[in-house]
């Protein structure tokens, strides 16, 4: 339904001017509130506006109406949850409904007399992540609110909550400190590996401003711009240091970040919103409000980041306006818990001593995965729920490897993780050792084991492990984290970087991989349903072959006078990979014309697509190399979405149907001699690696921080008997079954390190 636009749509400056003289003339609740669903009802040309306020035990009460029965005051009560006030409380957001009565959420209370009414608009009064109680306003005529109407409503929540907050302070203590509660445990996707074990640091909960009605507009709106200033000199000031050191793609997501820093646009609307006549703190709340309130129907990953920069901003605009955030009394070594994370903010806890960090919100190529990762922080996302949960100071167990988070952990998964932290540093410190050693089995076989890469800053790894090479290197990492396309010469001088650091190792250079959940801002992406199985990779480069092209030419301009080697992603027929392999010959003729080829190209595909493990005669005809991409392949062959923690867990890359695939894969290659390895995540445990290997394929390209351990693994195997025992097991398995316990107790019993 349309939203009706109505002449007299409650101006915001009109209806706080009104609120503040109601405020300055009724001083106890009950007046107030009359006063206000009294003044509310008519601003909004509503039949009804009610307010409903939290008692103990999660209800809510009726506690003042204009339009409802009077009676129904006090006496109708609605648990947090049930009916459409229930549900705003519950989801903490405006629920805006034409046919309220006809909602599945509606509850029927005979004594207010609103089967009347047909629209619904409700609101929640929020304080932080408490709500406090829900404000409504109800029509006969059926109707969908306008925005201005949900916002100026929200507006009047604010006030709402300064004056509920004000009559009922809660108990402080009865919030923070639960004695004897119980151990929380979550599941999540561990985005950067790593165990963290201490305090928890909750972040994002700022306490609501003080005073929401300002007394005289044009002062404070002085105030706010005096705050901006200093607000973006400091941020300039804070962007220097790390902005200078760090590698090349950070630097990009803080210039960005600096950008939103000094933004018009965003300071202009908190600056009317001041001018409505709320304080600047309110106003920055207010305008957040809305842009939460916006994204949440946006799916693109990168418009949120964009509301992860601007949640971190407000909260600095905040304190360098005087209101502060909470003062968390943590010192060193603590968990950060988030809803989400701005990167300057990361930064900031990152020098104060931050050990690891929980988001509720986060995907791969977020800004703040990237500075985590850059950090060497580990990472969990996915945890819903968890900052509400957390309570500052109570100890928590982060464990990215699992993708588990436990908030007050019981005294044993302590001990557990403790011995576990303990074990880990004193293998590090042996695995350095292993640096210069070769990845040889005890029967002599050399295997290779190689990186997953895709920024600069993950160069150094190479060297500090001791890798092969690089076996993957994810090109489109880059342009997710500067925002868009780079130029040629940029994209160019960044290959020719990643060469030069590897030296006369092997790079396997991945051609852009966008698509499913990898979004470009600006480009033309179309909402897809199924957007891992879209129009994504190698689809896109062959539709659009000016990009690819640019890219490959890109490539070889870095390697000139070396050896090149491209790899495309997501192929599907080999139809696709000869395509891919023409334009790369194109560009390869004018490099040449150019004098300035590389010594040698070579060209592979992906396989992720089981499609191609039927193709693949023909397939290792026209490829150099071969390299299963684990992660996109373990997800098609199980039909399971690889992102979705849910199934986390559920089917095992242990398991027949993906070890017989990649032995048909391994044995096909090897007898058309075409070297074959596998990328992506799968073998980043030595136990998974140790399968890969046992299955015939010879090299492995896994995160950096995975190659000590797999290296460690490969030195205390012997190849030749755990092949003939995988063999067996495989023989004997039975349907999809994990194989994990059997393979794990074999390498107990036959000293493999798998730790
Ligand atoms: C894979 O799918 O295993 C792979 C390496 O590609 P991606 O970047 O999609 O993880
Ligand atoms: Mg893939």
């Known amino acids: 339904m349309p939203a009706v636009p109505r002449d007299s749509s409650p101006t915001p400056r009109r209806l706080l001017a009104r609120l503040r003289r109601l405020m300055a003339r009724a001083t106890d609740l009950a007046t107030r509130l009359d006063g ?50 229930g549900t705003a409380a519950a989801e903490a957001r405006p629920l805006n409904l034409p046919d309220a009565q006809n909602h ?99 972040h994002g909960r700022r306490t609501a401003p003080r005073t929401v009605l300002a007394e005289d507009p044009e002062a404070e709106l002085g105030r706010l711009r005096a705050a901006a200033r200093a607000m973006q000199r400091a941020v300039d000031a804070m962007l220097e240091g790390p902005a200078r050191r760090a590698g090349h793609e950070p630097r990009e997501v803080l210039e960005a970040y600096r950008l939103i820093a000094a933004d018009q646009g965003w300071l202009g609307r908190i600056e009317a919103v001041v001018r409505d006549g709320l304080t600047a703190e309110a106003a920055v709340e207010r305008v957040l409000a809305d842009l939460r309130a916006r994204m949440r129907q946006v799916a693109d990953p990168y418009l949120r980041e964009r509301l992860a920069d601007i949640e971190d901003l407000a909260g600095r605009l905040i304190d360098h306006l005087g209101g502060g955030a909470e003062a968390d009394p943590v010192e060193g070594g603590f968990i950060l818990i988030a809803r989400r994370v701005g990167p300057a903010e990361l930064l900031d806890y990152h020098a104060r001593g931050l050990a690891g960090l929980v988001l509720e919100e986060g995907s791969p190529t977020a800004h703040a995965t990237i500075i985590a990762r850059a950090l060497g922080l580990p990472l969990l996302a996915g945890c819903r729920g968890a ?94 984290a500067r925002g868009g396309l780079p130029d040629l010469e940029t994209e160019e001088a960044l290959y020719r970087d990643v060469l030069a650091a590897a030296g006369d190792k092997p790079v396997l250079f991945r051609t852009i991989d966008l698509g499913g959940d990898k979004l470009l801002p600006g480009f ?89 493990v039927w193709q693949l005669p023909a397939l290792l005809e026209e490829a150099a190399f071969l390299s299963v991409g684990s992660n996109d392949l ?54 998974e690696a140790l399968a890969v290997f046992g299955v015939g394929i010879p090299q492995i390209s896994v995160p950096p921080a995975s190659v000590p351990a797999v290296k460690a693994m490969v030195r205390s195997l012997d190849l030749t008997a755990f ?32 730790e």
């Open 387 to 480: 900052t509400d949960a957390a309570v500052p100071g109570e100890l928590a167990v982060l464990d990215a490897e699992e993708g588990r988070l436990v908030l007050r952990p019981e005294a044993e998964i302590v001990a557990g993780y403790r011995a576990a932290l303990a074990a880990r540093e004193a293998r590090r410190a042996a695995e350095a050792g292993l640096r210069e050693a070769e990845p040889r089995t005890r029967d002599g076989v050399r295997l290779t084991v190689m990186i997953n890469a895709g920024l600069l800053m993950d160069l150094p790894h190479l060297a500090a492990t001791g890798a092969d090479g690089i076996g993957l290197f994810r090109t489109e990492i880059a342009w997710l």
């Open 104 to 202: 599945p959420a509606f509850a029927y209370r005979p004594e207010t007399g609103e089967e009347a009414y047909a629209s619904m608009l409700a609101v929640p009064v929020l304080r932080g992540a408490e709500v406090l109680g829900v404000i409504a306003v109800q029509n006969r005529a059926p109707r969908r609110y306008a925005e201005d109407e949900v916002e100026a409503l929200e507006t009047v929540a604010m006030l709402l909550a300064e004056i509920l907050h004000g009559a009922h302070p809660p108990a402080e203590e009865a919030v923070l400190s639960l004695p004897g509660a119980m151990a929380r445990h979550y599941e999540g996707v561990g985005l950067t590996p790593g165990i963290a074990l201490g305090p928890v640091v909750r």
């Open 634 to 687: 373990t997800q098609f062959l199980f039909a399971a979405d690889r992102g979705n923690p849910r199934l986390a867990g559920r089917y095992d890359f242990l398991s027949a149907p993906v070890l017989d695939l990649l032995e048909q894969v391994g044995c096909a290659a090897a007898a058309a001699g075409v070297p074959v390895g596998l990328c992506g995540e799968a073998a980043a445990r030595p136990l």
């Open 723 to 754: 092949r003939t025992f995988l063999a067996g097991l495989r023989r004997s398995a039975r349907g999809g079954a994990s194989l994990r316990a059997d393979i794990a107790a074999y390498a107990r019993d036959h000293g493999i390190a798998l």
């Open 36 to 85: 206000l669903v009294h003044l509310v009802a008519g601003e909004f040309v509503a039949e009804v506006c009610s307010v409903y306020v939290m008692r103990p035990g999660e209800i809510l009460e009726l506690a003042a109406t204009e339009g409802l029965r009077p009676e129904a005051v006090h006496r109708t009560r609605l648990r947090v949850g049930e009916g459409i006030v």
């Open 524 to 612: 033309a992406h179309e909402r897809e349903e199924n957007p891992a199985m879209g129009w994504r990779s190698l689809r896109i480069g062959l539709d659009r072959p000016a990009m690819l092209r640019r890219q490959l030419r890109a490539m070889l301009g870095a390697a000139a006078g070396r050896r090149l080697s491209v790899m495309f992603p997501m192929v599907t027929t080999v139809e696709e990979l000869r395509a891919a392999k023409a334009l790369l010959a194109a560009e390869l003729r004018a490099a040449e014309r150019r004098g300035a080829a590389p010594a040698e190209v070579q060209a592979g595909a992906m396989l992720e697509v089981p499609a191609l």
